[in-house]
């Protein structure tokens, strides 16, 4: 009896090897061997299984995907870079709420990539990390969304504000209030470039800052607490899913002006 299209890919780690593969393009079985560090024999009863499928063709001893091999493989990656991405970290994202983030990106969890963890000891609960830090002041644009104040903010933002770096900021009611308050002068100067764009949104209840060079990403936990957690990640697909998400939260925004 032929197995299912499901056992068929997720029952061997060949065979799923093989289609993401051949998804980049079409390979000859020594470019199998050599890709995927099998030997003829292994591989060939996983070849015959797939074209059996109708998941991979064969024309003058070259292996492709069929199109409907092509339709499911595309919808295979997207679920192997979420698992990815949640088995790197599982006790982080199990202890996260998710409800804060949007339908159409929480699908897309997996574009986070390859990501850190930082987690500061008692001694430096309130200290910005390093790799946060260094990469931040190299930005050229930073969009930032803030659920929480954090007392090192102002400063620096103000410095990036005087090197003229392009700033998005999406704050909610509170914390605007308490930076107009609290540091007048600097949050002043910050608002007023002309390369500063201030929003005010309630719905806010996560903190992240996007640049050119990385995302940096603060989710409550499950008691909706801020536990100092926070991930951080370079890769560019990563880079897009964050922008992405800020612009989820500035169509729920309104634009202010200092008064």
């Known amino acids: 009896m032929q197995s299912s299209l499901s056992d068929t890919i997720w029952l061997s780690e060949k065979r799923k090897r093989l289609l993401l593969l051949l998804m980049e393009g079409p390979r000859n079985i020594d470019q199998i061997k050599t890709s995927l560090n099998v030997t003829s024999k292994a591989m060939m009863p996983q070849i015959k299984i797939l074209r059996e499928q109708n998941l991979i063709i064969e024309e003058d001893r070259v292996y492709q995907l069929s199109d409907i091999g092509e339709i499911i493989v595309k919808n295979m990656v997207p679920l192997l870079r979420t698992l990815g991405v949640i088995e790197e970290n599982n006790d982080y994202w199990a202890t996260r709420d998710l409800s804060s983030i949007p339908e159409e990106l929480d699908s897309r969890l997996g574009d986070i990539g390859e990501c850190m963890v930082i987690e500061p000891d008692m001694n430096h ?7 946060f830090s260094k990469n931040l002041i190299k930005s050229k644009k930073v969009m930032t969304i803030m659920a929480y104040f954090h007392p090192l903010y102002p400063d620096l933002y103000y410095e990036l504000a005087k090197d003229g770096v392009q700033i998005d900021l999406i704050l909610t009611e509170p914390i ?20 500063t764009n ?4 309630n719905e806010v209840n996560l903190t992240s800052v996007v640049t050119d060079r990385f995302i940096y990403l603060c989710l409550f936990n499950k008691n909706d607490m801020y536990d100092h957690k926070k991930i951080m990640s370079f ?25």
């Open 125 to 131: 609960l309130f200290d910005l990390p390093e790799e």
């Open 176 to 195: 605007y209030k308490r930076m107009k308050e609290e540091h007048t002068d600097k949050f002043r100067h910050i608002v007023e470039r002309e390369h």
């Open 198 to 201: 201030l929003y005010i949104c």
């Open 235 to 259: 890769d560019a697909s990563a880079l897009q899913w964050g922008t992405e998400l800020y612009e989820h939260f500035r169509r729920k925004s309104t634009l202010i002006e200092w008064d």
